[in-house]
Each structure stands twice: as structure tokens, then as C-alpha cells.
């Protein structure tokens, strides 16, 4: 499993694989601090994506783990803002 996996699954939008991925990294590289950041943003695309496929709740479940994974990402905390708005806006 390697950083190219992970670019090639989120190309792909396969983001339970994307996850799965990131969650096995961390158990074996938790000190990289890559790792966080790519599984928050997993995370965050994967809420994304359940917010279009109206399962509101299991989305909100990912975006906030997404910033729980990596809370100093301003950029990452600006793009969950945004889906959180779009989910109160569609929701």
C-alpha cells in the first residue's frame, strides 16, 4: 500500500478503498504526518460524496472526522465549512 494507491483510488473516487488505505498506513506509520493528512482528506471527499447521495448523516460522520484527523489544515477545515453549508442549504 503506497501514496500512489491512495492518488489512484481518489482519482477513481473509490473512497471506502481510499480510507481503508489511509487507516492501514496509520496503524504502521502513525508518526508521518502524511498520513493524517491524506486520511482527513479521504475522509472529507468521501463526506462530500455522501452529501450528493443524500446520506446526510453518514457524511456528517466523515467531515467530522476529517477534521478530528487533521485539525491545524485550514484548507481542509475551509472545504468541510463548505460542505457543512451545502448540507444545511440541500438539507
Not at 36 to 56: C, N, P, T
Not at 66 to 75: C, L
Amino acid at each position: 500500500v503506497s501514496y500512489f494507491e491512495l492518488q489512484r483510488v481518489l482519482k477513481y473516487r473509490r473512497f471506502p478503498r481510499a480510507i481503508g488505505v489511509m487507516e492501514g498506513l496509520d496503524q504502521r506509520v502513525s508518526e508521518d504526518p502524511w498520513v493524517g493528512q491524506w486520511q482527513a482528506i479521504a475522509y472529507q471527499r468521501w463526506g462530500r460524496h455522501l452529501i450528493g447521495e443524500k446520506q446526510v448523516d453518514k457524511a456528517r460522520i466523515y467531515l467530522r472526522k476529517a477534521v478530528k484527523t487533521d485539525p491545524h489544515n485550514r484548507a481542509l477545515w475551509a472545504e468541510v465549512e463548505r460542505d457543512f453549508r451545502r448540507l444545511e442549504e440541500i438539507y
